[in-house]
């Protein structure tokens, strides 16, 4: 390669590297960053569980089975509706923040900016955010009948609308955070909220 080549591949890597620095990036894609943080930190666990007691050497009945597991998805549902309540865990220095806000130094309050949401708030500004968690444990309840081939075709094509809406839902509250002048999602303004740098 050519001198001036690797010159602009590293200017290249270093424009990237700044551009990935929490620092310097804007409130909406810090926003974006924090919650997919927070719904991986959420919902891999649960997984985990749900996966743990589908394992075929685990004794219980596969109705039963897959009640915990539909449990486990709503269980999952219910901590993203509350992941930006009014609580502390001080082991890990959360202070009224999820963990994906925490990482990226934001915090929600109301939008006088001056007092954290309460239960309800944060109910209210993370509910488009659960309702893939809520409408996959009701797929997942379809698992009971047992009929293979009503049970496959269902979930197949249940999982894809899902999937679907969870895209649909997901891009048009990033499209809030960037079109909306105070950077508020449409959960943000349902609850009257908002979130600013710690």
């Not at 690797?6 to 924090?34: Q, T, W």
């Not at 220095?93 to 929600?108: E, P």
Request: charged share 15%.
């Amino acid at each position: 390669m050519e001198k001036e080549q690797v010159e602009k591949i590293n200017a290249v890597k270093n424009k990237v590297a700044k551009s990935l620095d929490h620092n310097n990036m804007g409130l909406p894609a810090k926003r974006i960053i924090a919650c997919f943080i927070d719904m991986v930190m959420i919902t891999v666990p649960f997984a985990f569980l749900s996966a743990f007691f589908s394992l075929p050497f685990f004794p219980l009945p596969g109705f039963i089975k897959v009640i915990i597991t539909s449990a486990m998805m709503l269980a999952a549902g219910a901590c993203v509706l509350l992941k930006d309540g009014p609580y502390e865990v001080a082991v890990v220095g959360l202070a009224k923040q999820s963990i994906g806000k925490k990482a990226l130094g934001l915090r929600v309050t109301k939008l006088d900016g001056t007092t954290s949401p309460t239960w309800k708030e944060s109910i209210q500004r993370n509910f488009p955010l659960a309702i893939p968690y809520c409408l996959s444990a009701l797929v997942l309840l379809i698992n009971i009948i047992p009929i293979p081939l009503i049970t496959w075709l269902m979930n197949l094509i249940l999982g894809v609308s899902i999937f679907i809406v969870s895209l649909g839902i997901a891009g048009f509250e990033a499209y809030n955070l960037f079109k909306d002048p105070d950077v508020l999602r449409w959960g943000d303004r349902q609850a009257g909220t908002m979130v600013m740098l710690d």
